[in-house]
């Protein structure tokens, strides 16, 4: 018997119990399903964070004031960003100081205990292009705007004051001063400490809201290939006298952190898919298994008409590699269709590994072969006299 025959009896076998088959082939399909998926989601999740990263740059450091020995709140010199700036490597920094004392509201109505966790900072004028901040409206500070009350929202602040969009007319009141909103900003995937302030020129932050000038974190952006050196004297030039009140971080690592994160959540996914794979191929065993019960007469039949048990075996093995290659067909269609639907609607690049997707059809077939086996075997050792005595 030719393999194209073998193949016609098998799919005539599968017709004959079509709702069994189907439920089958839907395990496997589901567990194709979960694998590619998992793995395909995982993989545009890591070319979204690439993407982020590289239009944000990897080569933001953070320098923050810290603790003093005793446990106290540390101060950076005022002119700490200037001795930053001086480290060669270094191509910008910025920096902004936290004015603790000045609490934020809507207006002056509003209860004083309802600061919604809204911190004031004072800020430097090229702040946006360092740590790479975008304005969803209005306008940022400038040489003419720094020294009056006019102030920027972060994000998350506009959302908790209500305030949809900067104008000459939208005001808020910060320290019991009130402020002007210039200029709301989107949200700063790098600092995300902004999102939820309000940042206020310099100098209007030292004669309005009594600030002292120190500032509480600085940002840096330096040579990609020289950052580690960098890193290593950031803290001692920021603070000569007591480097180690000095914190320094690197923003992108957090984002990274956060990726391997979800990594080891989608393994957790991908173990599960694993599991419905395998409940899958015990259901294609089942199939099989009742199909040789069912079908004694027909293999009874077939052997005394010359077939061999190769072939009775060839035929069972092929329905069920053909029950689990569709079934593993269909899960690799839903799992791309899955990943390419949430990505889109993420706005991720689509991703799915080609390795997922061949690795996934072999693991079907490898499945439906062990799944076969036991069933085929046991056909083919079926004598006609015997077979056919079963009704």
Known sequence: MRLGDVLRVGAVGLRTRPLRAFLSALGIAIGIAAMVGVVGLSSSSGAELDRTLSALGTNLLTVSSGTTL?????????DAETMIE???????????GKVSEAKVYRSEQIPEAQTGG????????????????????????????????????????????GIGAAGADTQ????????????????VALATDLDSGVLIGWPV????????????????RSEEAKLESVRQVLAGTANPEAPNEVDVSRPSDALAAKQATSQAFANLLLGVGAVALLVGGVGVANTMVISVLERRAEIGLRRSLGATRGQIRTQFLAESLLLSAMGGSGGIMLGMGVTMGYALYSGWPSVVPAWATVGGLVATLLIGAVAGLYPAIRASRLSPTEALSTP
């Open 70 to 78: 005793m446990g106290e709140a540390a101060q950076m010199p005022r």
């Open 86 to 96: 001086r480290i060669g490597p270094v191509e910008r920094a910025s920096s902004v």
């Open 118 to 161: 809204i911190s004031a900072y004072a800020a430097s004028l090229d702040l946006p292009a360092t740590v790479g901040a975008t304005l969803s409206s209005g306008t940022w500070l400038n040489a003419a705007t720094e020294g009056y009350p006019a102030a920027v929202l972060g994000s998350v602040t506009a959302q908790r004051l």
């Open 172 to 187: 808020i009141v910060v320290g019991g001063v009130r402020f002007t909103v210039v200029g709301i900003l989107n949200p």
């Open 205 to 220: 932050a030292e004669s309005r809201l009594d600030f002292d000038g120190h500032p509480t974190t600085l940002y840096t």
